[in-house]
């Protein structure tokens, strides 16, 4: 499954689970507010992220209510454009990142918050207290956390035991990567 599609269908299994848990019926329309410091919805990872819920069933619009809120690529402007997420009855929220994220985090403590792609370590930035159980209202998944990197070497490893030696690129730039010797 590409991370796309995992993040349109936990997306949608939250939205299951918060209008289950609510009690409220199958024919309320659930309502996604979507952070993002994107520029507009005609970013491609919107779109993928809007074509994975079609092909769950979702069409926006008609059966789902997307409330979409960009920066811009201006992090001054998360913090308001949160606030008026905050305000409005969401089922859940999409962030795009870990600057969206920490900030939605921050601000709204009861609706579930899903961060997709997390370009660093969920615990170090104080969104999970751990990988076991990470707590809050926050969910999503990590592509880079410190702590798996030694997990995908020795998932390499292990498919190809003949390799003596596997080279690992990391972006310096990124706070909470870390060089291995492998």
Do not use: C
């Not at 993928?48 to 619009?61: D, P, S, T």
């Not at 913090?79 to 920490?102: F, H, R, W, Y």
């Not at 709204?108 to 170090?124: E, K």
């Not at 596997?166 to 310096?172: E, K, P």
């Amino acid at each position: 499954m590409r991370r796309r599609e995992f993040l349109a269908w936990l997306a949608a299994a939250l939205l299951q689970s918060s209008m289950t848990s609510a009690g409220e019926g199958p024919n309320k329309a659930p309502r996604v507010g979507v952070l993002s410091l994107a520029a507009t919805k005609a970013d491609p990872r919107w779109e993928a992220f809007r074509r994975g819920l079609r092909e769950l069933g979702y069409i926006e619009g008609q059966n789902i209510t997307l409330e979409y809120r960009f920066a811009h690529g201006d992090f001054a402007l998360l913090e308001p454009l949160t606030k008026e997420l905050a305000n409005l009855p969401l089922d859940v929220i999409m962030a795009d990142g870990a600057a969206s994220g920490q900030i939605a985090a921050a601000m709204i403590r009861t609706t579930p918050i899903v961060i997709g792609a997390l370009g660093a370590d969920p615990v170090a930035l104080g969104l999970a207290e751990s990988f076991a159980r990470p707590g809050r209202n926050v969910t999503g998944f990590t592509i880079t956390a410190p702590e798996l990197a030694m997990k995908r070497v020795d998932l390499v490893r292990t498919a190809f035991p003949s390799v003596t030696a596997i080279t690992v690129l990391l972006n310096r730039q990124k706070p909470g990567l870390r060089r291995y010797s492998v």
